[in-house]
Nanobody, 116 residues
């Protein structure tokens, strides 16, 4: 079982930046994928960005060029650097880890609010 602890959410003005962190503990073997999803009020949860254990990354079109996902494998931590934030980025952001041996695990979510 994998446990995830997120941090870094908060309130920021449009155009500002935030960095989310997600520390994973437990059995995290390769191959794995670590990522961030978000859910805005009244909307479905959607993928924001993910990074695989071989370094491949994938981004939602809406965040390409503004968000960057990275991982520190030694610390089992994944980061999401969010720049040029827009009001439409407002959502609860969830960390997700998929491990081939144990499936999906989710964090508790961290809220991000971008004011206009």
């Amino acid at each position: 079982q994998v446990q995830l602890v997120e941090s870094g959410g908060g309130l920021v003005q449009a155009g500002g930046s935030l960095r989310l962190s997600c520390a994973a503990s437990g059995s995290i073997l390769s191959p794995n994928v670590m990522g961030w999803y978000r859910q805005a009020p009244g909307k479905q949860r959607e993928l924001v960005a993910r990074i695989s254990s071989n370094g491949n990354t994938d981004y939602a079109d809406s965040v390409k060029g503004r968000f960057t996902i990275s991982a520190d494998n030694a610390k089992n931590t994944v980061y999401l650097q969010m720049n040029s934030l827009k009001p439409e980025d407002t959502a609860v952001y969830y960390c997700n880890v998929w491990v081939s041996t144990s499936g999906n695990s989710w964090g508790q979510g961290t809220p991000v609010t971008v004011s206009s």
